[in-house]
């Protein structure tokens, strides 16, 4: 409850102090950007200016978001990891044979070739998450979503396939 004598300050304003304090807090300090690591001494505004990210005076970002990444690493670890499993089956025994249809060969190709072409991916996904934090939520999740709905269609594919 506000009392007389005390009133609760204007959301703005308590912004603009914190970034105040932070401008202030930078001006003679070395401090990384907790994204992507750019020195933040001479600070002028509460944003890095090396990734565009908003920051705040505490540990860590504004808005730590990583379900999208997670998602998206799920979908191409799970399909990688069946693409190793493939390789190493196919150095022992050969590319199969498919008895059918062309059609079932080219799925049953195709899904095959999709889980082996994942394993580079995965490790490429390990190794750019920066990057991809940096897009926007809804570049990070149509990505992720369009993993997981190619894995899901590959596992069906050959699992409908094989039998």
């Known amino acids: 409850m506000e009392s007389p004598g005390n009133p609760i300050p204007a959301p703005s304003a308590a912004a603009d102090r914190e ?3 932070l401008v202030h807090y930078l ?6 950007c907790p994204l992507c690591g750019y020195n933040l001494r001479c600070l002028t505004r509460p ?3 090396e990734c565009g990210r908003e920051l705040r005076l505490t540990v860590g970002l504004t808005e ?4 999208a990444w997670i998602t ?3 979908a191409t670890c799970a399909a990688g990891g069946t693409g190793v499993f493939f390789t190493l089956l ?3 025994n050969g590319w199969p044979r498919v008895n059918g249809p062309p ?3 080219f799925l049953l190709n195709a899904a095959v070739l999709y889980f082996m072409s994942c394993v580079p991916i995965a490790a490429a996904q390990l190794l750019t ?7 926007p939520q809804g570049r990070q999740w149509a990505l992720a979503w369009a993993a997981v709905a190619a894995t899901s269609s590959a596992i069906v594919a050959f699992a409908a396939l094989v039998n």
Do not use: N, S
């Open 129 to 135: 998450r920066r990057r991809f934090i940096k897009m």
């Open 47 to 49: 944003q890095c200016p």
């Open 103 to 105: 059609v079932k060969a």
């Open 64 to 67: 730590p978001y990583l379900r």
């Open 90 to 92: 196919f150095v022992g």
């Open 72 to 74: 998206l690493l799920a």
């Open 19 to 21: 970034a105040a304090d």
């Open 27 to 32: 001006a003679t300090r070395d401090a990384a």
